[in-house]
């Protein structure tokens, strides 16, 4: 893993974003996008920039069970927000929240990434190691799966709604055999609370238990924090 520190989410987010910049400068058309706090200023970087979109693809990590597209809690509403609507790409996948059947949902989730292989990935990264939703515990080698949020992940989740109580309890993801096939892998984590995540990830033994540490095993990743992220480091 290559670990870039900087001093600040703003300065984190303008390294993230010449990373996407070249790989679209130099043909890449495949991109996985996150949502959360952390992406956002790599997001500003992008609808600030001139960079043409109309040709690229985004398939998004994951989306709440239970959430229409136009609710502004909705994953499809932030990639709205910070980004497609300013930057029109040809083609934007987010995980339908109101599938009827999951199951079958998540068979042609998981198709359409084998069909249109992510160039570069972006993820952030969850307080207690978790990537997309995968939580500690979830099977390494899974696909898109409906995944049940931890008390700890609806609490960190919660500051994005009136109440913890509308969080939504599940939510739909790709697994971590979808975010190994990407052929590049970008992730980005900012604050202290993150710190003790990012030592596990980076030092700590490739475990369930600490999803992140799967990528010790991806031969191209690249871990953008800053300062306080880096502390445990
Ligand atoms: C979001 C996602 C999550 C977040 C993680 C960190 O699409 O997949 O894994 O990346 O929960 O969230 P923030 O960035 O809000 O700290």
């Known amino acids: 893993m290559k670990v870039i520190i900087k001093e600040d989410n703003v300065q984190g987010g303008k390294a993230a974003f010449e990373i996407f910049e070249k790989a679209i400068k130099s043909g890449a058309k495949n991109f996985g996008l996150a949502t959360g706090s952390t992406p956002e200023t790599l997001y500003k970087n992008w609808v600030a920039s001139d960079l043409d979109c109309s040709e690229l693809t985004s398939i998004n990590l994951d989306e709440y069970v239970g959430l229409k597209p136009e609710d ?45 292989q992510i160039d570069v990935q ?79 990830m980076i030092d700590g033994p490739v475990t369930e238990e600490v999803p992140a540490s799967i990528l010790q095993l991806h031969p191209d990743v690249t871990v953008i924090v800053d300062k306080d992220a880096a502390s445990e480091l």
């Open 72 to 116: 502004p809690q909705s994953y499809h509403y932030f990639m709205q927000k910070h980004l497609f609507d300013q930057k029109p790409f040809k083609k934007t996948y987010v995980p339908d929240g109101l599938a009827e059947d999951i199951d079958a949902y998540c068979k042609e989730y998981d198709q359409l990434i084998e069909d249109n």
């Open 122 to 200: 972006l993820l952030g990264i969850g307080q207690n190691g978790h990537i997309a939703f995968n939580e500690p515990g979830t099977p390494f080698n899974t696909g898109t799966h409906e995944v049940k949020l931890t008390e700890n992940t609806i609490k960190a989740n919660s500051r994005f709604f009136d109440s913890i109580d509308d969080v939504p309890k599940s939510a739909i993801c790709m697994g971590t055999k979808n975010i190994m096939h990407a052929k590049k892998i970008v992730l980005l984590a900012f604050g202290k609370e993150k710190a003790h995540a990012i030592k596990m």
